[in-house]
């Protein structure tokens, strides 16, 4: 995230194959839960993501106020992520 890396480790809350899955967890003072959902589109696959955080202590809470002028970039980087993810899933699918 913005050149660094960053891991969180997150949880399954709902498994719905093949039409998606969501995961969370909480750290930092926040809670994270994002949702992916899959529509089937022609040959292909159309990926949606949500994702949410909920700041739950009064440092987080300041942090998302200060943060807020940030979130295009972090959109951003989750819409590279799911580029990425396309990238490596194609490659994957050429190989063979």
Wanted: aromatic share 8%.
């Amino acid at each position: 995230m913005f050149g660094r890396e960053a891991t969180e480790e997150m949880e399954i809350t709902a498994f719905d194959p093949p039409r998606g899955y969501s995961v969370g967890c909480e750290s930092c003072g926040c809670r994270y839960h994002s949702a992916f959902r899959f529509t089937p589109n022609g040959a292909g696959t159309d990926v949606e993501m949500v994702f949410d955080a909920q700041p739950l202590t009064l440092a987080a809470k300041i942090m998302s106020f200060l943060m807020k002028p940030m979130i295009k970039s972090v959109l951003k980087e989750c819409a590279r992520d799911l580029h990425d993810l396309k990238a490596a899933m194609e490659a994957d699918a050429a190989a063979k």
